[in-house]
Antibody
Framework: QVQMVESGGGLVKPGGSLRLSCVAS????????MAWIRQAPGKGPEWIAY????????HYGDSVKGRFSVSRDNGKNALYLQMHSLRVDDTAIYFC???????????WGQGTPVTVSS | IVMTQSPVTLSVSPGERATLSCRAS??????LAWYQQKPGQAPRLLIY???TRAAGIPARFNGGGSGTDFTLTISGLQSEDFGIYYC????????FGPGTKVHIK
């Protein structure tokens, strides 16, 4: 059974840090590119990070460049998002998502909520 | 690339056709995908490459268009088709539209 499960979300103060994880099962993880896509309340989704299968091609959305860092461990079927200098407008549901070719992911986790508030 | 969608909301009776529109601020060729999202769930991929249905997607979902203007047509709407539909371009850094909310009458 194909599954992607995120964890690590929660409540954090502005300026704080948080690390999200996503563990995949039922797929050949090292064949997939992975992405973090977030969705603020009432808004459309927003791509924030992309990492290819070998982790040698990484890109970030402008809103998180310099603050967030994506990584993966293919041996553990795991994807990570390290978030620093969090702002109130980073509040969202964070989804991990994956695909095999171009950037229209067909596999998604259920999401983990991140709330940035004082 | 900025994506816009119309209408914002759409109310359709079961069995009728729904037509959703998506426009890109510049050409994205055919690098356009459609997703369906229901409350509390992740988006589900419906269409990619403008018109190719993803695995397991019923034939009543059809996409079309190229360049800047795209449509998603749902023929013979069924009650389980309610939700918010998003378009997403992937010609450059991927961006989503704001969505069209489909209500079932």
């Amino acid at each position: 059974q194909v599954q992607m499960v995120e964890s690590g979300g929660g409540l954090v103060k502005p300026g704080g840090s948080l690390r999200l994880s996503c563990v995949a099962s039922g797929i050949r993880f090292d064949s997939y590119y992975m992405a973090w896509i977030r969705q603020a309340p009432g808004k459309g989704p927003e791509w924030i990070a992309y990492i290819n299968s070998r982790a040698d091609n990484i890109h970030y959305g402008d809103s998180v460049k310099g603050r967030f860092s994506v990584s993966r461990d293919n041996g553990k079927n795991a994807l990570y998002l390290q978030m620093h200098s969090l702002r109130v407008d980073d509040t969202a549901i964070y989804f991990c998502a994956g695909g095999e070719w171009r950037r229209y992911p067909h596999l998604w986790g259920q999401g983990t909520p991140v709330t940035v508030s004082s | 690339i900025v994506m816009t969608q119309s209408p914002v909301t759409l109310s359709v009776s079961p069995g009728e056709r729904a037509t959703l529109s998506c426009r890109a601020s510049q050409s994205v060729d055919s690098d356009l995908a459609w997703y369906q999202q229901k409350p509390g769930q992740a988006p589900r991929l419906l269409i990619y490459e403008s018109s190719t249905r993803a695995a397991g997607i019923p034939a009543r979902f059809n996409g079309g268009g190229s360049g800047t203007d795209f449509t998603l047509t749902i023929s013979g709407l069924q009650s389980e088709d309610f939700g918010i539909y998003y378009c997403q371009q992937y010609n450059e850094w991927p961006t989503f539209g704001p969505g069209t909310k489909v209500h079932i009458k």
